[in-house]
């Protein structure tokens, strides 16, 4: 049974790498990781602001010193700096001497500015390849969609331009013509479309008038928005395309080659089930292939795609006017 895969013009010996998370801050687990099978693994993301406190904060340290006077030998200032920048890069460089498997970096900006250059320290830190999370709030009521979605895309093409090692481009659904603004990033040199960023739940605190946050491990239920986007970006990109979100068993595995992507980033199954899952998933998906006649993952890919459908908005909005004329749509009610 073959489930190899390329990934950004990388080989895989099957489609399930380790997503952005706190699994790859232990060395020990990620040998475990690798040891139960992980293809590859993504860090967690180093964040524009961490960079920009760093850049801040050796400023600050500068000039102090150069008001301090000499005669005040014992005089040390207080760093502000957080942990950040550049202990991410000696976690990197011991992550890629302790597996054999691809590593990649991940960056979380939001503008033009220091943190590009960052990219090319981590290329020579050993990075495979690095995923940019292009996160933006959306709300900004005076931002034109125009305007953030190139200045996006402006960043993909300055990190791109200056490095060597791949660059995928995570993503949220946000966007309001979301095919549109994936194709220009895959003009602008995207190596892989990662599908889609998971936001943090939001309440409201009734008594202490305080905002709730939390961010709740994901379920199967979660992959339909992901099936979705891969499948309409399928054949119409030169970009790998990668799910995650939402995948948790060998079948969401399946359903996801088969809407169009390269790979899927697990997560929140691997927290909730430990490494050795990997390993489940991937008999399991041999057996499934087995079962069903299926050779290879590259035969199945893409089969349930939108690029297999003459007029794929024509097709939704009929299959949405079909769905709610059912007789049991009013138990929806």
């Not at 060395?27 to 992980?38: F, K, S, T």
């Amino acid at each position: 049974m073959n489930l190899d895969t390329m990934y950004m013009g990388i080989h895989l010996p099957h489609p399930m790498i380790v997503g952005a998370s706190p699994l790859s801050d232990d060395l020990d687990m990620v040998r475990q990781l690798e040891d139960n099978g992980a293809a590859a693994f993504v860090l967690r993301s180093l964040y524009e602001e961490e960079i920009t406190a760093e850049q801040m904060s050796g400023f600050f340290f500068s000039e102090t010193h150069d008001d301090s006077s000499a005669e005040a030998t014992s005089y040390s200032p207080d760093s502000i700096a957080p942990p950040g920048p550049e202990e991410y890069l000696e976690h990197l460089r011991s992550v890629k001497q302790a597996v054999s498997v691809p590593v990649i970096a991940s960056l979380n900006g939001c503008t033009p500015g220091g943190w590009v250059s960052y990219a090319r320290l981590m290329e020579e830190a050993g990075a495979d390849a690095i995923e940019l999370h292009l996160y933006h709030t959306n709300s900004d009521a005076g931002a034109n969609s125009a305007d953030v979605e190139s200045q996006l895309i402006q960043m993909v093409h300055d990190v791109k331009s200056g490095l060597r090692i791949p660059v995928a481009v995570k993503l949220s659904a946000l966007f309001t013509s979301f095919a549109n603004f994936a194709t220009r990033l895959d003009v602008a040199g995207a190596d892989a479309l990662v599908l889609f960023t998971r936001f943090a739940k939001v309440d409201i605190d009734v008594i202490e008038l305080e905002i709730v946050r939390r961010l709740d491990l994901s379920t199967s239920a979660d992959l339909d928005l992901r099936l979705r986007g891969v499948a309409v970006m399928a054949g119409r990109v030169n970009a790998s395309l990668a799910i995650t979100g939402g995948v948790h068993t060998a079948l969401d595995v399946i359903k996801a080659n088969m809407a169009g992507a390269h790979v899927t980033q697990l997560v929140s199954t691997l927290l909730r089930n430990g490494p050795a899952h990997l390993r489940a998933m991937r008999a399991g998906i041999e057996e499934w292939m087995e079962e069903n006649e299926w050779h290879s993952l590259d035969e199945m890919r893409g089969n349930m795609s939108f690029q297999r459908i003459e007029n794929p908005a024509l097709y939704e909005r009929e299959t949405f006017r079909r769905m709610f004329q059912h007789p049991s749509a009013s138990l929806l009610a």
